[in-house]
T-cell receptor, first 113, second 114 residues
Framework: DGGITQSPKYLFRKEGQNVTLSCEQN?????MYWYRQDPGQGLRLIYY???????QKGDIAEGYSVSREKKESFPLTVTSAQKNPTAFYLC????????????FGAGTRLSVL | GDSVTQMEGPVTLSEEAFLTINCTYT??????LFWYVQYPGEGLQLLLK?????DKGSNKGFEATYRKETTSFHLEKGSVQVSDSAVYFC?????????????FGAGTRLAVHP
C-alpha cells in the first residue's frame, strides 16, 4: 500500500540533544512537508521541499533542519536551539501543483525529558 | 494575508444530531478548500475538497459548499455517529513562492455521545 511512514511514534529529547524524525513516502511525490501541531492550534509549516536536494524554510523553521537526499525521504532534525520542541510533528507529501491534496503520515509526538 | 477561521470547539452532540462546523477564509486569488479529519493519536486524512466557487465536496455523509460570496466552506452532516468524534480542520491551498501551500484553521473538536 502506498503511503507515508513516520517514525518513531513517540520520541523523548534530553536538554541540549539533537533528535531526528524520520519520514518516508512511496507515493512517488516530488513535494514533501513538515508541520508542527500544538494543542488547540492548527498546523504550522516548518520546512518544505519540492524536489530532491532542494528545500525551503516555512513559517517556523528556527531550531529545525532538514535534508532531501532521496525523493522518498525527508528527515527532520530538531536541534538544541529549539527551546520548546514538545509538539506533534506531521510529515506530508504531494505532487507540486497548486490545489492538490497533501497526504499525511501518522505523526511523531516529541516530548522533552 | 491568507487565513482560515473555524468555529471554536468542542462541539458536543448526541448521536444522529445534525452537525455544522463553520469555516470562513481570507485569500487573494482563487484557493482550493479542504476539510481534513484527525482521529485521536493519528495524522490528518482528507475528508473532502472543492476547487472552485459553488463546488460541493462530499464524503462519508459530510458535505461542504465553496461559497465565494461569503468566503465560507461550512462542514455539515445530517446525522452524526459516535465514530465521527475527531478534530476537523478547514484548510485552503494557494500557490505561494511557487509551491502548494496549505493554510489551516485551528481545528474544531467534535464529541458525539450515544
Amino acid at each position: 500500500d502506498g503511503g507515508i511512514t513516520q517514525s518513531p511514534k513517540y520520541l523523548f529529547r534530553k536538554e541540549g540533544q539533537n533528535v531526528t524524525l524520520s519520514c518516508e513516502q512511496n507515493l512517488n511525490h516530488d513535494a514533501m512537508y513538515w508541520y508542527r501541531q500544538d494543542p488547540g492550534q492548527g498546523l504550522r509549516l516548518i520546512y518544505y521541499s519540492q524536489i530532491v536536494n532542494d528545500f525551503q524554510k516555512g513559517d517556523i523553521a528556527e531550531g529545525y533542519s532538514v535534508s532531501r537526499e532521496k525523493k522518498e525521504s525527508f528527515p527532520l532534525t530538531v536541534t538544541s536551539a529549539q527551546k520548546n520542541p514538545t509538539a506533534f510533528y506531521l510529515c506530508a507529501s504531494s505532487i507540486p501543483q497548486g490545489g492538490v491534496i497533501q497526504y499525511f503520515g501518522a505523526g511523531t509526538r516529541l516530548s522533552v525529558l | 494575508g491568507d487565513s482560515v477561521t473555524q468555529m471554536e470547539g468542542p462541539v458536543t452532540l448526541s448521536e444522529e444530531a445534525f452537525l455544522t462546523i463553520n469555516c470562513t477564509y481570507t485569500a487573494t486569488g482563487y484557493p482550493s478548500l479542504f476539510w481534513y479529519v484527525q482521529y485521536p493519536g493519528e495524522g490528518l486524512q482528507l475528508l473532502l475538497k472543492a476547487t472552485k466557487a459553488d463546488d460541493k465536496g462530499s464524503n462519508k455523509g459530510f458535505e461542504a459548499t465553496y461559497r465565494k460570496e461569503t468566503t465560507s466552506f461550512h462542514l455539515e452532516k445530517g446525522s452524526v455517529q459516535v465514530s465521527d468524534s475527531a478534530v476537523y480542520f478547514c484548510a485552503l491551498s494557494v500557490v505561494s513562492g511557487g509551491y502548494n501551500k496549505l493554510i489551516f484553521g485551528a481545528g474544531t473538536r467534535l464529541a458525539v455521545h450515544p
